[in-house]
């Protein structure tokens, strides 16, 4: 594809991500998969180039652009080079007419800057919520060490502040070594493995995953239960928590999964009731801790859906409670850094609940924020993430 070429298919697929967040439609990786899916005469260079000209543009568009092509030119507005690619060119975009739409340029709409600031987020916490993650992985320490582990990978790594963890350049193809296929490793951002760990598990303890999803962390606690005890997987969503089972068997986790009903979720539980030693709590969130990953997620948000993710949570917070027993524990996790979905929810939960203690975790990275701890792409190079540790009293 000639460089101009590329130009045009970026925006293409960038039209597609933007109607897609203005209807909540699918994600920009899905959609950017499906469009190389259809067109395989498409090499591997030119799709990582297309990509990233879509990103960046996501990346720099603050709120929902009016189309593709205005997005790309607010990125090429800084970049000369890109400018230059709009000629007009066979299946390159046409030539750029004077005073024709650009978007505007942010971090996000202005009211969830507003709300990011209210949320104690700086120019630069903002900023970098739109940065290039890294790839990172938590050693399975149920098959393997950090040390081994990294001894035979075929790419140099570099090792985080959590204790399994080993970083790479973001868009390593880790997934394709064969240490994966063995289950050596699973891909997990530092910040979600500190989240595990702020739960505690211990060999032996009863935990249960209510929000499991297809297993992220699950695994992370399986490997800490180092399979002795019992670990229960629950979700309500039955496409996601399928996949955790293969999952366990690559890790080699022990693990029940466990289909819920949405609105009835304690009847499949009560055999849990009061008697888990740890609840996780990975709770739905508008993921505002994840945009280096899903930048166009910021397009999808407004009052409405925060709201929706509120009673989401609290609901969660009321179901994992009932499941945790006098003297036993809860984390509650969202990769957000707004406090309405964090500590204004634990705040929310304390309020209308007594007997309830909150404990502050011991941990590498990360500062204390409200009744809980935060980690930040700024300060602490992970995703965003709140997470807070609540105490059943004994009586
Ligand atoms: C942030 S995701 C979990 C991600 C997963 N823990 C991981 O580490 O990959 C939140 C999950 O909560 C689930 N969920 C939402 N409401 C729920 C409910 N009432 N009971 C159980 N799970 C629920 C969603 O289906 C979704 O999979």
Redesign the pocket.
């Known amino acids: 594809m000639t460089p101009s070429a590329r130009v045009q298919a970026a925006i293409d697929i960038l039209d597609a991500v933007i109607a897609a967040a203005r209807t909540q439609g699918a994600s920009a990786d899905r959609i950017a998969a499906d469009w190389f899916r259809t067109r395989r005469f498409v090499g591997s260079k030119d799709r990582r180039a297309i990509r990233d000209l879509a990103w960046n543009a996501i990346r720099v568009c603050g709120d929902v652009p009016g189309n593709g092509r205005a997005a790309m030119l607010r990125l090429a507005q800084d970049d000369a080079a890109l400018a230059s690619l709009f000629d007009g060119s066979n299946y390159g975009p046409m030539a750029i007419v004077s005073g024709e739409p650009v978007s505007a340029g942010g971090i996000a709409p202005c009211w969830l800057e507003e709300r990011l600031a209210g949320s104690g987020l700086g120019a630069d916490e903002q900023a970098a919520l739109l940065g290039r993650a890294p790839l990172d992985l938590r050693t399975n320490t149920l098959k393997t060490t950090r040390d081994d582990l990294r001894a035979s990978l075929p790419v140099e790594a570099q090792v985080t502040v959590a204790p399994n963890a080993l970083r790479f350049p973001s868009g390593t193809a880790a997934e394709s070594w064969p240490q994966f296929a063995d289950g050596l490793f699973e891909i997990q951002d530092t910040g979600?493995q500190l989240a595990c760990l702020a739960l505690g598990v211990q060999p032996g303890e009863a935990v249960v995953?209510?929000?499991?999803?297809?297993?992220?962390?699950?695994l992370a606690l399986g490997a800490a239960l180092q399979n002795k005890g019992k670990l229960l997987a629950?979700?309500?969503?039955r496409a996601?928590l399928s996949r955790l089972p293969d999952r366990a068997a690559r890790a080699g986790a022990l693990s029940e999964t466990r289909l819920?009903n949405?609105g009835r979720?304690l009847e499949a539980l009560s055999d849990w009731a009061g008697k888990a030693d740890a609840v996780?709590i990975?709770?739905?969130?508008s993921g505002t801790g994840t945009w280096r990953r899903n930048p166009e997620a910021r397009w999808r948000l407004d009052d409405k859906v925060l709201e929706r993710y509120h009673a989401?949570q609290a609901?969660?917070l009321d179901?994992g409670a009932a499941l945790v027993r006098p003297g036993g524990r809860l984390t509650y996790v969202v990769?957000s850094l707004l406090d309405a979905e964090g500590t204004d929810r634990i705040d929310a939960f304390l309020a209308g609940n007594a007997g309830w203690d909150v404990t502050l975790p011991t941990l590498p990275a990360g500062a204390p924020r409200g009744q809980g701890w935060r980690l930040t792409p700024f300060r602490d190079g992970t995703d965003g993430f709140f997470f807070a540790t609540i105490v059943r009293r004994v009586n």
Do not use: F, N, Q
């Open positions: 979600s995953d209510l929000c499991a999803g297809a297993g992220g962390k699950t629950c979700d309500i969503d996601r819920l949405p979720e996780m990975d709770a739905p969130c989401m609901r969660v179901i990769c």
